[in-house]
């Protein structure tokens, strides 16, 4: 079946632009999470959605990311007024949550490289 | 909190030997899980392994296995009858298990260098 996908796969913007990263999970998975992997921070959790549940925002580095998810399906990563330290590879992963027990396994997309000039 | 440490930055190993990859782990939850994910130059993240914390018995999926030592807090992957495509990142990974979603805390991972 299909994986999860991402898009776009690369982003350049320049400085102080807004920018939208999209997400599309795996038929199915009811979990849905966002980390950013940069050379000087390593791999690191952004924030999860997990159906009707409030997200858990607590790894957003600052208010100017933001992200939702409608309809329980394709989430969007938006980041505002973008800086150079933005620049990162942004990976979006799934999951099944299995009622009364432990979530499956997290399965990961591409990533979307962002660069900020 | 979580921390996960993978103390090798590199490793090489030649085709057809195992090679193990270290990570040692710390945390306060009763109940955790431990995975080990495979990150090629294209970037993509992949799944190799899960071990839970009372798990009795040492995961494994074809070659790879986990070596889980609970007391010591250690969850090594090793990888049997290397393959150049096993080049790679080497990531160890936990997760609190509880009944609903809970992010993934990340090693610094491991790059192995697969040679003839």
């Known amino acids: 079946g299909a994986g999860v996908s991402q898009s776009p796969s690369n982003k350049v913007t320049e400085k102080g632009k807004d920018v939208e990263l999209r997400c599309d999970p795996i038929?199915?998975?009811?979990?849905l999470y966002w980390y950013r992997q940069s050379l000087g921070q390593g791999l690191e959790f952004l924030i999860y959605?997990?159906?009707?549940?409030?997200?858990?925002k607590s790894g957003l580095p600052s208010d100017r990311f933001s992200a939702e998810r409608t309809g329980g399906s394709v989430s969007t990563l938006t980041i505002q007024r973008t800086q150079q330290e933005d620049s990162a590879v942004y990976l979006c992963?799934?999951?099944?949550?299995?009622?009364?027990?432990?979530?499956?396994?997290?399965?990961f997309g591409p990533g979307t490289r962002l660069t900020v000039l | 909190a979580q921390k996960i440490t993978q103390t090798q930055p590199g490793m090489f190993v030649q085709e057809k030997e195992a090679v193990t990859l270290d990570c040692t782990y710390d945390?306060?939850?009763?109940?955790?899980?431990l995975f080990w994910y495979k990150q090629p130059s294209s970037g993509e993240m992949i799944f190799l392994i899960y071990?839970?914390?009372?798990?009795?018995q040492n995961a494994t999926e074809g070659r790879y296995s986990l070596n889980f030592q609970k007391a010591r807090k250690s969850a090594n992957l090793v990888i049997s009858a290397s393959q150049l495509g096993d080049s790679a990142m080497y990531f160890c990974?936990?997760?609190?298990?509880?009944?609903?979603?809970?992010?993934?805390?990340f090693g610094t991972g491991t790059r192995l260098q697969v040679t003839l």
């Open positions: 959605f997990q159906g009707n549940s409030a997200p858990d």
């Open positions: 945390t306060s939850d009763p109940s955790y899980g």
């Open positions: 071990q839970g914390s009372y798990d009795q």
């Open positions: 038929s199915g998975h009811t979990a």
């Open positions: 992963a799934s999951s099944l949550v299995v009622s009364g027990g432990f979530t499956d396994t997290q399965y």
């Open positions: 990974a936990m997760r609190r298990n509880t009944g609903t979603a809970s992010k993934l805390t």
